[in-house]
């Protein structure tokens, strides 16, 4: 029992700084009102962002210095705990201030931390400042992680840094420390987010569209302030700009480091950046050979629609030019492959991740290879010239597998709501993406379980499915049991 507490005050050590971020973060909305809305805004933005840090520094100051090591499991629970709670804190402005109703407004924080952009609202132009900043903000923030988050502030040697660091999904290190791998993560983050505000501010955004929507992109968000997202524009400059955000955000941040310390040489000589440049040129070509054949459209516009919604879709950042509903069943079929395949590992993406997909695409050429040689060869698994372990195969197609049940499942459950299997893997694909992509299904009008099988996937997708399953687990295990 003394051993659960320690591990407890731990938990809520965190969950002190968490609260204290994220109330700081509910304040910031207020400078925008003060400039564009009107004072209820502002006093709704301030009460809530300081009884939020109130609270949280209550926590903290309660249980500092308190506590033992976390398991692993402990901290994925920890985490999927925090990723349900949070998101029910960030709705209460959406709620007070655009009046739509509590659960779409939770829908709305959720889509928002886990960087989906799936939206409830049917004309954002129409919104406050202060409640479009506040979309992007909580993207912004759920793109570097709410627990990695509170690393930057409370990270210190030990374990539970590290197990905290991986129950997000990131496993990979900048440098050996994890105080110095989140610090640094952290600063290229922002700098790229200024970079970002920057090119779309030159490239002839407005200055608080350019911020949004480069807080957006970086996190690999889909929120815009716009209706028609980037298409409003009717820019090949912005667009051009946004491209580069989102591929900066769906690239790991471990390259990113890489190529500050080693030089831009890096960025091309990594596995994961050939392989996406081989999806982008691959699938653009298929939709642009699709949308040539079906369509009266210019070859440039065709160019630039296809690479640019193959780019969103990708990186799971789900920003668009065109009207996807609008679009046929084959190429939002290519649409749902790229959702499913996702970004970088240790990027703002989702999906599964460009580098599972590509040991497991070679790895079906080693299992024939191995088939068709002699018993007791020795054939190592390898992708351009680095060695996979057999161990981390198994690891990725058993992950690949549980994605593929969760969707499946969770699109059937869709159909019996009256949509088609098309829209509803496209849809289920971009909430387990956390891509943000709509073909229409995502409305107020949905019914309330379609609601809530896209949080639980918007939610399971964000966090890679296994602390979802650990936090169900140790609701409805019996303690007996455990």
Request: proline letters at 3%.
């Amino acid at each position: 029992m003394s051993s659960n507490k320690n591990v407890g005050y731990t938990y809520l050590n965190f969950l002190g700084v968490i609260l204290i971020i994220v109330g700081v973060a509910i304040i910031s909305p207020s400078i925008f009102a003060w400039f564009y809305d009107g004072m209820f805004e502002i006093f709704v933005f301030m009460i809530l962002g300081v009884t939020v840090g109130i609270i949280g520094f209550i926590i903290f100051y309660m249980h500092k210095g308190k506590g033992r090591e976390p398991s692993v499991s402990g901290a994925m629970i920890f985490s999927a705990a925090v990723y349900l709670l949070i998101p029910l804190i960030g709705a209460i402005p959406i709620f007070t201030i655009s009046k739509m109703s509590f659960v779409d407004s939770y829908f709305e924080a959720m889509s928002g931390f886990t960087t989906t952009g799936l939206t409830m609202f049917t004309n954002v132009e129409n919104l406050p400042k202060s409640i479009l900043f506040w979309r992007s903000l909580m993207q912004w923030i759920g793109g570097i992680g709410l627990v990695i988050l509170s690393l930057t502030i409370l990270a210190r040697p030990g374990m539970a840094a590290a197990r905290l660091y991986a129950a997000e999904g990131r496993t990979e290190k900048l440098v050996p420390s994890i105080t110095g791998t989140v610090n640094r993560t952290w600063w290229i983050y922002v700098l790229y987010t200024g970079v970002g505000v920057l090119l779309l501010y030159l490239a002839g955004m407005p200055l608080f569209d350019a911020l949004n929507h480069s807080m957006a992109a970086i996190a690999t968000g889909g929120f815009s302030v716009k209706n028609a997202s980037i298409g409003a524009y009717n820019s090949s400059t912005i667009e051009a700009c946004t491209l580069l955000v989102m591929m900066l955000g769906m690239t790991s941040f471990a390259v990113h480091y890489q190529v500050f310390c080693r030089g831009v040489r890096e960025f091309f000589r990594n596995t994961e950046v050939r392989v996406m440049f081989i999806f982008i040129t691959v699938f653009s070509i298929f939709i642009f050979s699709i949308l040539l054949a079906k369509t009266s459209i210019p070859l440039l516009i065709g160019v630039r629609q296809s690479v640019f919604q193959c780019i969103s879709a990708l990186s799971t950042t789900g920003n668009s030019t065109v009207n996807i509903p609008a679009w046929d069943e084959s190429t939002k079929t290519l649409l749902i492959m790229l959702m499913v395949i996702g970004g970088g590992y240790g990027s703002t993406s989702g999906g599964i991740k460009l580098i599972r997909v590509a040991t497991i695409l070679v790895s079906l050429r080693w299992i024939v290879r191995k088939l068709m040689s002699p018993r007791g060869t020795i054939i190592p698994l390898k992708l351009w010239g680095e060695v996979y372990d057999e161990a981390e195969v198994v690891d990725t197609m058993r992950y690949s597998l549980l994605y593929f049940t969760l969707l499946v499942g969770c699109s059937v459950l869709m159909t019996t709501l009256g949509f088609s299997l098309i829209d509803s893997l496209f849809e289920v694909s971009s909430a387990q993406g956390t891509v943000g992509l709509s073909i229409g299904v995502t409305s107020p009008n949905l019914h309330f379980i379609g609601k809530l099988i896209l949080i639980i996937e918007m939610w399971a997708g964000r966090l890679e499915i296994l602390p979802a399953i650990l936090l169900f687990q140790s609701i409805f295990t019996p303690k007996k049991a455990r």
